[in-house]
């Protein structure tokens, strides 16, 4: 008996031997291939980029895996036990897999045979780590294959025990809440929290860490809207877990169980009002830097130059003063669409998309037209389930605040002339009378304005149009327009910087000019048609003198005035040639501004950035704007040392004597000359207005001692804006009221003269010296060893006596069509 249980013993032995054999080369063969664990110590999962404002303010998000990263440490303690008792409550003490969870899911799998319910689970922390990270393309592979499942399991729990051997429970728990997908875009518990509740993890409540803890098992499961009842039952299924495993107290799970799931859904992109333009701005930018790839994925951090409170102001002042525009010389482009007028007009309404960046503005349907008055009805508000609201708004609308709406260029004598029952307008509620509404419309006219720091040029505000919902293209940047006579202060700089002084007198008198075989000859015109006679640098920039301006440049060389628009950023390659002189070319608003501050900060060349600083995901800086030295700034403490300097190395492009000259002369376009509406900003202000042939082009640039400001006016397609649409009247009043508002807590700066610069007083109209008080006279400023002159000269008075002026096709230029400069 004892032989045959020797006998028995022995052949389980050898069986036992052939099966532990026959497992080994299964597992073996099984596992051949699997990816290397260690390859989780360089994990960098795909992180969003984020973009900030000058004052930290979020400015956007790009992602292709909407993830923040977090470190273990920096995760509340009670999100991780919310999600070890929703995934895995033994995760602290099993070895990789849990022996306790495999048996509990095989009873219950027992139990269930049959009923078709969905075995339970009972991969751990580790394992679903193990599958997300490294088994995700096997995974994708297998799918065709039954044995799949199985296999992969056992993959799974293979790569479990070697994490488990190799990284800490820490480490592993940061791989796993920083990489599970929660639904809504969000990968992580950080990006989670943050696009379902707006929050940051650390101020989330016990409700909201539950229900963040009931996603991963499905998110398409437990959607907040349309799957609410078992959210809620999976949350509390969570809240039950944690007070059974000592996390909370039953007292705080019956709280949070009675509390909805109400959740704020983050939009994407720009998420800061008023800052569309600016913020795709920038989102080209670092795509040349560094890149789409990662731009989307390498979770960078943008800190951006925007001032939100001054690009709030900009957006407001150039929309109103293109609203001005179109009511003053537009017409009724008619309705947005027609609906059908029904016993819900609310939801054929609320299928009509408004646009976005216009919260002020509200979409309507005409319900009821008359003659004095319309009554219409608001499209109801979307609920953030996507519902409609069941409140229905409606309200009056009067012909005395529609007589802008011209037909055929009159303006109407009743409502019904311009709306009828089913018109989809849009609407603004009255600041009057308020529950009364008024009628909108999107101008036609467009433009925009920057604004930027003149001593680093970081753009402080840049609007690009009056909707970029409307139309993404940004006038500021990608619209090359003819800048008319704001090109003027250049060509005066020039001269300025090369011998000419502001007394300087240029003949301003019928001017031909031979442009060569076949081409006619051209004479050079002011606005108005009107000639004036000799007249000093200062009054030529003043009163923006077209004639005065071409002799000038004939008189210097159009090559030099060529190079020093390529000085300044203007154009890149400017030809040599007399239209030139009156601003033909074409450039931009961000170029021309950056011009402008470069006069104001007394002649730095400076480099236009929206972007401060941006830095990589470990936060280590890897692009910065400000490119200055600075000797002794990288010293931890101070021990008596002399405070650091930096080192200002850009480039000079134009003498600071000169630049304070032409700042003057700006001055006296404020003060006496055509743009004599600035003068209600109330304090020191330089600029100049540009009108270009039939009034296409609109502009105002102008500076403060410290904020530079450009705007310009016109039509995406170039066309006449109507007679007296000149940079004064059009684009200066959108300048005065966003400098007023931007500076209006800051007090008066004068502009600040460099030494060595002598202000004598002179004839205004001859340039001559004369006495301090003298009528007519005023200061100009002279540089050290120029003077005014002792004798009367007039540049160009010799030739005006004579014949005309020739000059060959190479000089004149060979085409002048649309040349600008005219106001």
């Known amino acids: 008996m004892v032989k045959f249980f020797g006998y028995l013993f022995g ?165 796993y809440l920083n990489e599970i997908y929660f639904g809504f875009g969000a990968y992580g518990v950080a990006a989670a929290s943050l696009i379902y509740f707006d929050k940051s993890v650390h101020e989330l409540t016990l409700d909201e860490m539950a229900y963040l803890a009931a996603l991963p098992k499905g998110p398409s499961n437990y959607h907040p809207y349309r799957k609410t009842a078992a959210a809620i039952a999976r949350r509390n299924y969570v809240l039950d877990r944690m007070i059974a495993d000592g996390y909370i107290t039953a007292e705080e799970g019956d709280e949070a169980k009675e509390k909805p799931i109400v959740v704020k859904p983050r939009e994407h992109g720009s998420q800061l009002f008023a800052a569309e333009y600016f913020t795709e701005e920038v989102r080209r930018e670092v795509a040349d830097i560094f890149g789409d790839k990662r731009l989307y994925q390498g979770g960078l951090s943008v800190r951006s130059t925007l001032d939100p409170e001054l690009q709030q102001m900009a957006r407001k002042s150039l929309m109103d003063g293109l609203i001005k525009f179109d009511h ?57 389930s996507g519902e409609l609201s069941d409140e229905r708004k409606t309200g009056p609308l009067f012909l005395e605040t529609m007589k802008w709406a011209r037909i055929k260029g009159r303006a109407p004598g009743a409502v019904s002339d311009v709306l009828a029952p089913g018109d989809v307008v849009y609407v603004q509620e009255s600041a009057v009378a308020p529950g009364t509404f008024e009628l909108r419309q999107i101008p036609k006219v467009s433009g925009a304005l920057v604004a930027m720091d003149p001593y680093t040029g970081r753009v402080l505000a840049m609007v690009g149009g009056f909707s970029y919902a409307q139309s993404e293209f940004n006038r500021a940047t990608q619209a090359y327009r003819q800048p008319g006579s704001s090109f003027k202060p250049f060509l005066y700089a020039a001269a300025l910087d090369n011998g000419y002084t502001p007394s300087s007198v240029v003949m301003d008198a019928p001017l031909e000019i031979n442009q060569g075989p076949g081409l006619g000859t051209w004479r050079p015109q002011n606005y108005g048609g009107k000639f004036y006679g000799p007249s000093t640098l200062r009054t030529g920039v003043e009163l923006s003198r077209n004639v005065m301006t071409v002799r000038l440049a004939q008189d210097m060389g159009m090559p030099l005035v060529a190079e020093y628009a390529k000085r300044f950023g203007i154009y890149d390659n400017m030809l040599p040639v007399l239209s030139m002189s009156l601003g033909a070319g074409e450039t931009t608003v961000l170029r021309l501004t950056t011009a402008y501050a470069t006069i104001a900060n007394g002649g730095k060349k400076v480099r236009p950035t929206l972007i401060d600083r941006i830095q990589d995901r470990y936060g280590r800086t890897i692009y910065k704007h400000d490119s200055r030295i600075c000797d002794g700034c990288t010293q931890d403490v101070w021990e008596g040392q002399e405070e650091p300097t930096l080192i200002d190395d850009r480039e000079q492009v134009l003498d600071p004597m000169t630049a304070y000259q032409i700042t003057s002369m700006m001055e006296g376009v404020v003060q006496r000359g055509t743009a004599t509406s600035v003068r209600a900003v109330g304090r020191p202000v330089a600029g100049k207005t540009g009108t270009t042939n039939d009034e296409k082009d609109a502009w105002f640039m102008g500076f403060t001692p410290d904020l530079a400001v450009g705007v310009f006016v016109g039509y995406d397609n170039p066309k006449p804006m109507g007679r007296g649409a000149t940079g004064g009247h059009v684009a200066a009043p959108i300048f005065t009221d966003f400098v007023k508002k931007a500076l209006a807590d800051k007090p008066p700066v004068e502009f600040r003269v460099p030494k060595g610069l002598q202000l004598i007083p002179i004839n205004r109209r001859t340039g001559m010296r004369t006495a301090a008080g003298t009528p007519g006279s005023i200061l100009e400023a002279f540089k050290p060893g120029m003077a005014p002159p002792d004798s009367y000269s007039v540049i160009g008075f010799e030739e005006n006596m004579g014949v005309p002026h020739a000059v060959s096709p190479e000089a004149a230029g060979a085409v002048l069509i649309g040349t600008g400069g005219l106001y």
């Open 11 to 175: 052949i389980g032995a050898v069986l036992g031997l052939l099966v532990a054999a026959g497992v080994w080369m299964y597992l073996q063969h099984l596992t051949e291939g699997l990816p290397d664990f260690t390859a989780l110590q360089n994990y960098e999962p795909p992180v969003m980029t984020r973009v900030h404002a000058a004052d930290g303010s979020l400015m956007a998000e790009y992602a292709t895996e909407r993830r923040m990263f977090l470190p273990i440490q920096a995760i509340p303690d009670r999100v991780k036990q919310a999600f070890i008792a929703a995934e895995d409550k033994n995760f602290y003490t099993h070895i990789g897999v849990d022996p306790e969870g495999i048996a509990r899911a095989a009873v219950r799998f027992i139990q269930n045979y049959g009923s078709g319910r969905r075995p339970e689970g009972a991969s751990t922390i580790t394992q679903q780590v193990a599958k997300n990270f490294l088994l995700s393309d096997l995974v994708s592979e297998e799918k065709q294959r039954r044995s799949a499942a199985y296999e992969r399991k056992v993959k799974e729990a293979v790569l479990s025990l070697r994490i488990e051997q190799a990284y800490t429970k820490d480490e592993i728990l940061e791989l």
């Open 328 to 384: 003053e010389r537009g017409s009724w482009n008619g309705p947005i669409e027609r609906i059908t007028l029904g016993a819900d007009w609310g939801v054929d309404l609320a299928k009509i998309e408004a646009l976005s960046d216009l919260p002020e503005w509200k979409l309507a349907v005409v319900l009821e037209s008359g003659s004095d008055q319309a009554l219409v009805g608001i499209q109801p508000q979307k609920l953030v």
